[in-house]
């Protein structure tokens, strides 16, 4: 199937009869101005453009080669059956470019969707569409109407035969095949039509043409303005129905119309879109009881017993705090983050457990149903039985191109372009080595932001402390704060800048390993891109989550990074507002960013090239030139949206017991990042190649492993990073107040050390009055015979945060199991819909071989009767084996 010669021994072998009718008589008749300037129709105003290809006259020292391979490549293309007309550059809007518009006949549009498989109406079900459930009359206003829900009726389809054709239901052979698959049709030829012989290899594929600029742009067309319904003798302007319905701000809060982005885009965006409506949907939920938790934390703030005390000031207004760093730090009070305490609790309280243990649950419900949706959807799309080497397993053009071996397929018994592991693994080498220098990059990056942190927090704890016009700003402003916020914005831009050229690294690296097929490039690019971005946006959260402040030391015994700098501290309340800080920050910060790249970039490159020509798309002339001004979405479009997505939902998971409230904003990006991605494809991009898809592949993979790890990662976040088991111990062991068991935490909390076993080189420069101070841990005082070491608190404290870990995880997972087992991989509807459908579809081809028997057999009752037994017999089996 991926072989380019099949176009020619097609061709050879009479099964494309290529018909070279001369429409002179017509052109000659055809006034320009008496066409519309939307027209998607030949000069004659009958054959339907499909395809177009442009090209730009080349003066450079290789425009005869260009030339030339462009006149081998459209030969070729017209002995495959297509029909070419070429618009000459003078009549461009610019004057420069010339445009080759493409039609697929008939005769081509049978022999290619037999080849590849495709799927097309033999009878109008009889299968009734899911009926409203109640809940579905309160949901009326989200409704869209239902012509545009479902633009077509249902129908049984089989695989497109043409010795069959009366099978199917074609009442026009004009409009038989949606422009949907008349445009992947015309691109599989493109494809794999030759262009020459260079180097004594065949040279094949529109894609090394573009890549050696020999074409500028291959484009299917949209069929009409965005902005106003097309007219006769046009089709049905879908672009129109998709910009009216759904790809509008206003229409936030309605649902798409799935089938219709199928039918325009193809099966691999639409499911892409299936999936963010359905994500958005689910995280609904999650963001209603983070919101939930949140109201909580901000009612119970001012009641918070730990932050009463630290905010008394006869409690931390005499708790001396030991310095937070080398000599120009100096000794504080404990009151002074009174209002960090409280915000610290917003995020830091009993809810946090409850809220882990819950997206937990949240996260397997999500994938669990999310089966059951697609298993819906490959029923309601009919990809039941589509097979993915109908196009991800197809031979890459490119792979084609450099092999020089060819090996026998053990299945085809055919003779199969072949590359040899050596020559592959010096790439491999090459990547893999590539790959681990830039995530040791974003390691080093990130230590760079932490040196950076514990140099300026000296500078802001000296400025602050100097300056009194800054004793206002303190209350709320500490220096532990102002660092957090400049450190975390730091750290955004360098993921930002690693990012934009990672990309373009990762994507060059890909494409020298030559992957074999579509699919091996997509997930080696996937694993690279993926990796990457892991470590890239979550690596600074990690840090904050796990590793600040656990191995700092204690007063006079500091833990220093490089010998230099000390290592950080966690505020008095512990980590997890900083964590919030962290985290709110960089998610924020990449979909503001994301979306308005989204909608900025193409708009500016539209914009700018519309000025270039020095005109607009609706002054233009043609169809094919407004399409042509617009921007190309790209082979790895889709697969950028499907990244960031994923990226945003391990921000949801992984952290989300730090941040109730990233369900929240998650779903508001998503609410406006489904209308912005609408709004590109319909607007601001040409029409992408119809592809198909039954799943959202490799991304599932993902998802699952991150769903995995989230338990893992909440769970160490409420034990080492929240301060709620250490006050549970305190509850429950140590208070000795039995109306008011939280009174007291704070000073237990905090152990003492004595000023003088400071080292001269960390000691505050000014002598206090004071002889102790006090800091974070469990150590025994100066005067025990065992000062400074741990007590036996920190040992209790230990076991319960581990005790809490391993109770909670098995807790999560076993709820995980039970509802994996629980609930079912596909519907049982589906199931019998999916049985239904393949019964009749057998009855319905045994119906027709039995009537062309028939007519084949004539009078011959007996040879009929046994005929007919014979087939009655294998349509029984079926329906057993059914």
């Known amino acids: 199937m991926g072989d380019p010669n099949l176009l020619e021994v097609l061709a050879e072998e009479g099964k494309i009869a290529h018909k070279d009718i001369d429409y002179s008589f017509q052109m000659s008749e055809f006034q320009r101005n008496q066409q519309s300037k939307d027209s998607i129709f030949f000069r004659d105003g009958i054959r339907q453009i499909d395809f177009v290809l442009s090209y730009v006259d080349d003066i450079k020292k290789d425009s005869e080669l260009k030339a030339e391979r462009r006149k081998e490549f459209e030969k070729n293309l017209r002995k495959t ?500 800080t962290q985290l709110t920050i960089i998610m924020t910060g990449k979909q503001i960013f994301g979306n308005v790249k989204e909608a900025i970039y193409p708009l500016a490159l539209n914009w700018w090239r519309r000025r270039k020509a020095r005109t607009n798309s609706e002054k233009l002339y043609s169809r094919w030139e407004q399409d042509h001004d617009l921007e190309s979405f790209g082979p790895l479009g889709l697969f950028y949206e499907y990244l960031e997505t994923v990226i945003q939902f391990g921000f949801v998971t992984l952290f989300v017991a730090s941040f109730p409230l990233a369900p929240l904003l998650a779903l508001i990006n998503n609410i406006v990042e489904i209308r912005v991605d609408a709004w590109k494809l319909t607007t601001q991009y040409r029409r992408t190649v119809a592809s198909k898809a039954h799943s959202i592949g490799v991304w599932q993979d993902i998802l699952y492993g991150m769903a995995v790890l989230s338990v893992a990662t909440n769970a160490f976040i409420v034990a080492f990073t929240s301060d709620i088991i250490p006050r549970l111990v305190y509850y429950y062991a140590y208070s000795t107040n039995a109306t008011q068991p939280m009174r007291g935490y704070v000073n237990n909390s905090l152990s003492v050390f004595l000023i003088a076993d400071f080292p001269n080189h960390t000691a505050p420069s000014e002598t206090r009055d004071f002889i102790t101070c006090r800091y974070r841990d469990y150590r025994h005082p100066p005067d025990d015979e065992n000062k400074y070491f741990h007590n036996m608190q920190f040992w209790h404290v230990l076991a319960a945060k581990m005790t809490f870990i391993i109770v909670m995880e098995h807790v999560v997972f076993l709820v995980k199991f039970l509802l994996a087992w629980m609930i079912p991989d596909v519907p049982k509807d589906v199931v019998e819909r999916i049985k239904r459908e393949k019964l009749m579809t057998i009855k319905i081809l045994h119906d027709f071989e039995l009537n062309k028997l028939k007519e084949n057999l004539g009078i011959n009752s007996d040879e009929l009767a046994k005929h007919v037994m014979i087939e009655e017999n294998k349509a029984q089996l079926a329906k057993s084996t059914i």
């Open 81 to 580: 059956g297509l029909e070419l007309e070429i618009e000459d550059k003078r009549d461009s809007e610019d004057g420069r470019t010339y445009f080759v518009k493409i039609h697929a006949p008939w005769e081509v549009l049978v022999t290619y969707a037999e080849v590849l498989g495709i799927k097309m109406p033999i009878k109008e079900s009889d299968i009734p569409r899911p009926k409203h459930t109640p809940i579905s009359y309160v949901l009326g206003p989200v409704r869209l109407p239902q012509n545009v829900k479902y633009p077509h009726p249902e129908y049984f389809t089989a695989q497109f035969s043409r010795h069959r054709q009366e099978l199917f239901l074609i009442e026009d052979q004009a409009t038989f095949f949606p422009s949907s698959s008349r445009n992947r049709i015309v691109y599989y030829i493109l494809s794999r039509c030759p262009f020459g012989i260079e180097d004594g290899k065949k040279r094949f594929g529109i894609e090394r043409l573009l890549t050696s600029n020999t074409y500028s742009s291959a484009y299917p067309l949209h069929d009409g303005q965005y902005w106003k319904p097309s007219e006769p003798p046009n089709p049905a302007n879908e672009r129109y129905i998709l910009r009216k319905n759904w790809a509008r701000f206003s229409y936030f809060y309605k649902e798409q119309p799935l089938d219709l982005i199928k039918n325009y885009y193809g099966e691999k965006i639409g499911i892409y879109f299936v999936f963010l409506g359905y994500y958005t949907e689910m995280l609904f939920f999650a963001a209603i009881v983070g919101l939930a938790c949140f109201i909580y934390g901000l009612l119970s703030m001012e009641h918070n017993a730990c932050s009463m005390e630290i905010c008394d000031p006869e409690i931390g207004g005499q708790m001396i705090m030991c310095p937070l760093c080398d000599q120009v730090c100096d000794y504080w009070r404990l009151n002074s983050t009174c209002l960090a305490s409280k915000f610290s609790h917003l995020f830091d309280n009993e809810s946090t457990v409850f809220f882990a243990i819950f997206m937990g649950i949240w996260v397997t419900l999500f994938l669990e149903f999310w089966k059951q949706r697609q298993a819906r959807l490959e029923y309601e799309w009919d990809l039941v039985d589509f097979e993915e080497e109908q196009q991800q397993l197809q031979l890459r053009p490119e792979f084609e191109a450099m092999c020089k071996h060819r090996k026998l397929n053990a299945v085809t018994k055919e003779m199969e372009p072949y590359m040899p592991l050596y020559t592959r693994i010096p790439w491999y080498c090459f990547s893999g080595a590539t790959v681990t220098l830039w995530m040791s990059l974003v390691v080093t990056s990130m230590v760079a932001v932490i040196v950076y942190r514990l140099s300026v927090f000296a500078t802001f704890a000296s400025f602050m402390e100097s300056d009194a016009s800054l004793k206002q700003v303190k209350s709320f402003l500490t220096p532990q704060i102002a660092t957090s916020l400049t450190g975390s914005c730091l750290n955004f831009i360098v993921i930002l800048i690693l990012n934009f050229f990672y990309e373009r690294i990762s994507a060059w690296i890909t494409k020298m390993e030559i992957p074999r097929t579509y699919q091996e490039y997509e997930s080696s690019l996937t694993l690279k891109m993926f990796l990457f971005q892991f470590v890239n946006f979550y690596s600074a959260c990690f840090y904050v989550a796990f590793f600040k402040g656990k191995f700092v030391g204690y007063p006079g015994e500091y833990t220093y990074l490089f010998n230099e700098w000390r290592g950080e501290e966690c505020d008095p309340g512990g980590c997890l507002i900083e964590l919030t």
